[in-house]
């Protein structure tokens, strides 16, 4: 489905960035964004930046 390559192409453009580590895992037999934020310094602005860059590079995927 388009939205799958979507989803694969958001995880490509998140690494190319290097901002955050996003990765991808497969549910139900569809991929899924995955983010993990283990470090303890995390910021609540970090993971609104993160969702953020998913939003626009999700944006430019499907435009692709």
Do not use: H, K, Q, W
Request: net charge neutral.
């Amino acid at each position: 489905a388009e939205i799958d390559e979507i989803t694969r192409r958001t995880v490509d453009l998140m690494r190319e960035d290097g901002y955050a580590l996003v990765m991808s895992t497969t549910l139900r037999g569809r991929p899924a964004l995955r983010l993990c934020p283990i470090n303890p310094a995390t910021t609540p602005d970090e993971i609104r930046e993160t969702i953020a860059r998913l939003g626009r590079f999700s944006e430019r995927a499907g435009a692709a």
